[in-house]
């Protein structure tokens, strides 16, 4: 074979080097937003500790109608999970506004991440009743395994049916979060310096940001 490295086998190989490589797109990620930081390039930088003062202005078309709220999280690199646990502010969100038209493709999709997750969690739940029909009441689920085939429902009882019902909950809810974090216009990125980015599609919407705190003051 020709990944028998003395030591080390081919699994842990390929471990490494996926991570080396997550850990290299991440970099260039966060180099990203700190170049567009410094030339002023659709990214502005802000204080971690300030709360950011929001233009009144619809943060996808720069309208002046930003009558809907719309809240982004953050996204965290290189943060570890006991600081999160142990700071509230890593988990602050932002709310900014957008225009009626700006705001529904957004509150589209993160309903539908909504859904996605609900699904998900009910795949889970099938897997708990079952079990718990199952340990509690082995009458009624015998009984139900009986007749239930008869109905072609005898997936609805069957341990064979649970490892796809984790694959696809876990999926639906993963894909479900990741909708629900949808944010076409702003990105928010937490390294956990004392600064945090923000990277505006709309540079105009950038400018008025960076300047309302505090940007060419200093
Ligand atoms: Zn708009």
Redesign the pocket.
């Given at each position: 074979m020709a990944l028998s490295i003395p030591g080390i086998d081919a699994e842990h190989l390929f471990a490494l080097v996926g991570g080396l490589g997550f850990a290299l797109l991440m970099w260039r990620y966060d180099n990203r937003f700190r170049k567009g930081a410094k030339m002023h390039d659709h990214v502005a930088e802000i204080g971690r500790d300030l709360d950011p003062a929001i233009p009144p202005r619809?943060l996808?078309?720069g309208?002046h109608h930003a009558s809907h709220p719309v809240k982004v999280r953050r996204f965290l690199h290189g943060v570890s999970p006991i600081t999160v646990a142990m700071d509230p502010s890593y988990k602050r969100r932002f709310t900014f506004g957008?225009?009626l038209?700006?705001a529904r493709p957004i509150r589209r999709r993160r309903r539908l991440g909504r859904f996605s997750m609900v699904a998900g969690y009910l795949f889970g739940v099938h897997i708990a009743l079952s079990i718990i029909v199952a340990a509690t009441a082995r009458g009624s689920y015998q009984a139900a395994a009986k007749i239930l085939p008869h109905y072609r429902l005898g997936w609805l009882f069957n341990v064979a049916t649970w490892p796809f019902e984790m694959i696809i909950g876990t999926f639906l809810v993963g894909l479900g979060f990741w909708m629900t974090l949808y944010s076409p216009y702003v990105t928010v990125l937490d390294t956990g310096g004392r600064t945090i980015f923000f990277r505006f599609r709309n540079q105009h919407y950038r400018d008025a940001f960076a300047e309302l705190n505090g940007e060419g003051a200093t």
């Open positions: 619809c996808g078309c309208s957008c225009c038209d700006c």
